[in-house]
């Protein structure tokens, strides 16, 4: 494979995590009769709806810190600091749908493996241009 290729697959992974999440929002709204545009009046579909909107709000910050983190240190790291986020993506997913109290620790595993990610990067990129100066 080329450069990056793993990051590649994980971003996809990723994004198809997305695209389930957005399923089972639909799958939601057809066991509570509830149509869109209504986003209310079920608390199992409004917690799905919840958790694809909370994965959406992280999408902007995980996939250029992998990208970047990738670039600037290692692509197999970075691929394997992105499968982390994604199965903290999924506990956080399953955990909430089942109870909102249950979704911490989904939580926490994606926030750090995405910290670890944006900061590793930003860290790499300050010190390059620090000791090469381009």
């Known amino acids: 494979m080329g450069p990056h290729s793993?990051?590649?697959?994980?971003?996809?992974?990723?994004?198809?995590?997305?695209?389930?999440?957005?399923f089972r929002v639909g799958r939601a709204r057809g066991v509570s009769g509830i149509e869109a545009p209504a986003m209310t009046g079920d608390p199992i579909l409004e917690r799905h709806i919840r958790v694809q909107a909370n994965t959406l709000e992280w999408l902007p910050i995980f996939l250029p810190a992998l990208w970047l983190f990738a670039i600037y240190w290692?692509?197999?790291?970075?691929?394997a600091l992105g499968v982390v986020w994604i199965i903290g993506r999924v506990l956080y997913a399953t955990g909430y749908v089942a109870d909102p109290g249950k979704r911490e620790l989904g939580f926490l595993i994606q926030a750090l493996a995405a910290a670890v990610l944006l900061f590793g990067a930003a860290g790499r990129i300050i010190w390059t241009l620090a000791v090469i100066g381009a």
């Open 74 to 79: 290692n692509d197999l790291i970075a691929a």
């Open 6 to 22: 793993w990051v590649a697959l994980v971003t996809i992974a990723a994004i198809l995590v997305y695209v389930w999440m957005g």
